[in-house]
């Protein structure tokens, strides 16, 4: 099991900038994707952003081209997302995923995990 520990969300006004950080607390954890996601209250999760394990390649929603960055710190195996010129449709639970691999040799296996999620709000 790979846990996953966000930070970073808060309360801002429009215009300004968060930084959300997620750390995977398993050494043997070898992702091959990391990203985030958002949920407003009674609606779907949405996919925002995600980087490669390698932090080479990354993708990212229509909605936060251009203001969203996403970046990884091997070494540390984490993963930012910087965003700029916040909105207030921005607003929701930001969710770390990460997809790849735990263990080594043998024991290894491939799964899915998810952060407990932090709170950004943006207001107008």
């Known amino acids: 099991q790979v846990q996953l520990v966000e930070s970073g969300g808060g309360l801002v006004q429009a215009g300004e900038s968060l930084r959300l950080s997620c750390a995977a607390h398993?050494?043997?954890?070898?992702?091959?994707?990391m990203g985030w996601f958002r949920q407003v209250r009674g609606k779907e999760r949405e996919f925002v952003a995600v980087i490669s394990g390698t932090g080479i390649s990354t993708n990212y929603a229509d909605s936060v081209r251009g203001r969203f960055t996403a970046s990884r710190d091997k070494a540390k195996n984490t993963v930012s997302l910087q965003m700029n010129s916040l909105k207030p449709e921005d607003t929701a639970v930001y969710y770390c995923?990460?997809?790849?691999?735990?263990?080594?040799?043998?024991?290894?296996?491939?799964?899915?995990?998810w952060g407990q999620g932090t709170q950004v709000t943006v207001s107008s």
């Open positions: 398993e050494r043997t954890f070898s992702p091959r994707f």
């Open positions: 995923n990460a997809d790849g691999v735990v263990g080594t040799g043998m024991v290894a296996y491939e799964a899915d995990f």
